[in-house]
């Protein structure tokens, strides 16, 4: 499953619009794939690219480590 997608960030002062995509999907929450640069904790709206209307405030809880098959790859939970 490959569901293109936009993260936003800075939700507060200058919200940025960053592409990505939703590779895995559950009641609680995503795992994306994109070139973010987001840490651990950081709260995000999820936005469906084909569907704008819906969207997901969620939290990053983690980040796939560098040189591994989770590279470029976060683990978000709905919140």
């Known amino acids: ?3 293109p997608a936009s993260v936003v960030t800075d939700l ?3 919200p940025n619009r ?3 995509l ?3 999907l559950t009641s609680r929450g995503f795992r994306l794939r994109g ?3 987001l840490s651990r904790g ?3 709206q999820v936005v469906l690219e084909h569907q704008p209307q819906i969207s997901f405030h969620s939290r990053v809880v983690w980040i ?3 040189n591994s098959n ?3 790859e976060f683990g978000l939970e709905v919140v």
């Open 18 to 20: 960053i592409p990505c």
């Open 64 to 66: 796939g480590r560098a």
């Open 22 to 24: 939703i590779v895995d």
């Open 35 to 37: 070139n973010l640069n």
């Open 70 to 72: 989770q590279e470029g």
């Open 1 to 3: 499953m490959q569901i």
């Open 42 to 44: 950081q709260v995000v």
């Open 12 to 14: 507060n002062r200058n």
